[in-house]
């Protein structure tokens, strides 16, 4: 989508980076369309049950929630738990950190 309408691989980690450094600088809509291609990508390339999933699906949430898109948030919120609780199992610290921050959500 924002990386020259490619759909290559590497592809998904340019535009997870601009997201990244989008949604640090406080430009949460702008980052929002390249974490949303970099979820694309990243399920099409290595599975939508990936590490790298969940980190977007977090860092995806984190910018719904400041432009006030709420639900939004809250579901990629949830399917980052989801993965976590399944890659890391429901005791470790990156599963119980996001489930703590998803309680925010409810």
Known sequence: MLTHGEDHPEMSNVDFYIGLLLSNAGHYEESQAYLESALRLQNKFHGSQSITVATIHH??????????????????????????????????????????????YH
């Open 59 to 104: 860092l995806l949430a984190n910018s719904l929630t400041h432009i006030g898109a709420f639900a939004e948030a809250k579901q990629n919120k949830r399917k980052a738990y989801n993965i976590y609780r399944t890659k890391f199992g429901p005791d470790h610290a990156r599963t119980v950190q996001s489930y703590k921050k998803r309680e925010v």
